[in-house]
C-alpha cells in the first residue's frame, strides 16, 4: 500500500476515534454544541463532494439542508406535548391554531386548507424518510435538467443560489402550514427504537457522532470507485469524456443527488440537536458559509472539508464568547478566510497532501514504485 | 458490410452559410484516409459531423452500416468512433496514468458499473501497454498539466488505444510538434494501422507521406478529389486549390 494511502487511513481513523472519545471531555452542554458541529462537518463533506471532484459549485446546498430539516421538524412538532393536548384525535400544531379562521375544526385534516399536506407526517418514520427522498428528488430533477442543458461552472452557482431563496420564499409566504418565519420550534424528541433523543443527553452526541463517521466513510469509498474518477475526469473535459462514451449528466447528477442526501440527512440531525426548523437555513449567507468552510479545509478533500467545518465554528465559539473580542469576532474569522485562502488555496487538506507528497520524495527518490512493478509484471 | 466509415451527401449550413455541402465519403474497415484541404476547407468541421459535436443539416453517416446520424456525442462514442482534437484535451488534473484507466473504463460506461474500485489484473496490463507504447512510463504519475505539448498529445493518443474504438479521427496530430516528437507520433500512429480505421485531418505533407494510402482533398466543403498520394500530388485541380505548382514537397 502507498504510504499516502496509509496516512489517509490513519487521518480517518484518528478523526472518528477523536469523534468517539470526546465525551470523555466535556459536560452535556459542551456535547450538545459540538454535536451542532458535527452536523456542519457532514455539510463539509457534502459540499467537498460535488466542489471538489464535480467542480460544481453549489450556492444553494441549503436547500436540502433545509428541507431534510423541515421535513423531521414537522413529525417532531406532531409529536410534541403541546400538539398532542388541543383536545383533537389529530395532533395539531400550536401555531395552526393561533392562526385558525374563526370556526375552523381543531383537526390536522382541515384547520387550513394546507393542514392535510402533515397527515402523514404523525408517522416519525415518515417525516425521517421525506427528510432523505423530498432533497434526493429535487437534486435528481435539478440535476437533470441543469446538466442535460450542458449549464456549467458560475451558471450552476447562480441557479442553485436563486433557487434557495425562491424556496425560502415560498416557505415564509406558506404561513399557515410553515409558521413562516418563526419556523417550527417546540418540537418532540425523536425517538428510535425506545431510546429518546433528548439533544442534551450522550446518546444525541453519539447518534451524530455515528452519522458522521458514516458519511465520511461511505463518501470515502464513493471518492475511491471508478464512477468517482471518472467524474473527475468530467470535471477537467467534459467534451473529452463524453467522446470517450461516457453519459456526463448522469454521472453529474448522480453525485449531485448523493450530496443533497447528505446535506438532508444533516438537516434532520440538526433538528434533533438544536430542536428547531426555521428559515434561515435557507438563508443565502449560510449556504455560502458553507462553502467557506470547504474552502477552508480544503474542497478536494472530505475529511479536510469536514474538520474545516468543525474547527471554523469552534473558533467561532471560541472568539465571539472571548470578552475582549466580542466586538471583533467577525474580524478576526474574515482574516482566517482571506489567510486561508491567500496562502493555502487548496485548504488545510491540500496542505496535508503537501506535506505527505514531500515527505513521499524524500523517501524514495527513485521512479513511483507503483509503475515500477507495473514494469517489471510485462517485462 | 466492409465500409467502416460512410458519409451520405453530408451537409451543414451555419445560418445560411453552407460549411459542408454534400459530403460522400466512404472508408473502408482498416484503411488510413487523410483529409486534406486548405484552412475552412471544412476538415474539422467534417470530423464534428462525425462525431456528433455538431448535427448536420442533410445526409447520414453510418458506421459499419449503423445509422449515427446526429446522435448525442457519447452514444456516437459507443458505436465505436473514437476522436482527437486538434488542441490537445486530457483530464488535465488526473495524473497520466488515470487518464488512461478512465479512458480503459468505456465498455461499461454507467455510473453503477462504475461503482467499483480499483482495476483489473488484465486492465493494469493494457495501460502500462499503452504506456509503453506512447512512451509515457516515466511520466505515469505525474498530472496531466504538467506534461510538454507533445506528451500531452502522446496520451491523448494513449487514451484513444485505451478506448479502443473501431474508427479513430484524428485532428492534426503533429500540430506544434518537433521533428523528432512528428516522427515518433507517426509510429504511434502506424501502430494502430490495422486495427483500427483512421480518418486524420494532417497538414504537415511530409507526414502524410509517411503515414497516408489514400488522400481525400476537401476544398470549400466540398470533396474536389481522391485518391492515392502519386495521384492527388498530379491532380491539377488540387495543385490550383491547395497544393501550389510546385505539388507535395
Redesign the interface.
Known sequence: MALERKIQLAAYGLFIAALFLAPAFGDEFWLNRIAKYLVYGMLGVAIALTWGYAGILNLGQGLFFGMGAYMLAMSLKLASPTSLSQGSDTPVPDFMLWNAEPGAPTDLCCINKGSFLWLPFQHQWFGLAMGIVVPVVIAGVLGAVIFRKRISGVFVSIITLALVLLVRLVLVDAQPITNGFNGLTDLGWLTIGGIEFDPYSRATYYLCAASLSLTLIVAR??A????S??L??I???Q??????????P??QT?FFVVSAAIAGFAGMLYVVVTEFASPTFMDLSFSVTMVVWAAVGGRSSLLGACIGAILINMIEAQVSETEALVEAWKAIIGLIFVLVVLFMPRGLGGLAHALVARFQRDEQPS??A??GA??S??A | MNQALTLNGLSVAFGGFKAIKDVSLSVATGELRVLLGANGAGKTTLMDLVSGKIRSTEGSVRVFGQEITNWPEHRIARAGIGRKFQIPSVFRDLTVEQNIQVACCNKHPSVFANLRFGVSADRRRRIVEILELTGLVEVARKTAAFLSHGQTQWLELGMLMAQDPKVILLDEPTAGMTHAETSKTADIINRLKGRHTLLVVEHDMGFVREIAQHITVLHLGEVLAEGSVAEIENDARVRAAYLGSKGIS
Do not use: S
Open positions: 469509498l464513493l475511491d470507485t471508478r464512477a474518477l471518472i473527475q475526469a470535471r477537467d473535459d467534451l473529452r469524456a463524453r467522446y470517450l462514451g461516457f453519459n456526463v448522469v454521472y448522480f521512479a513511483p507503483a509503475v507495473a514494469r509484471e510485462t
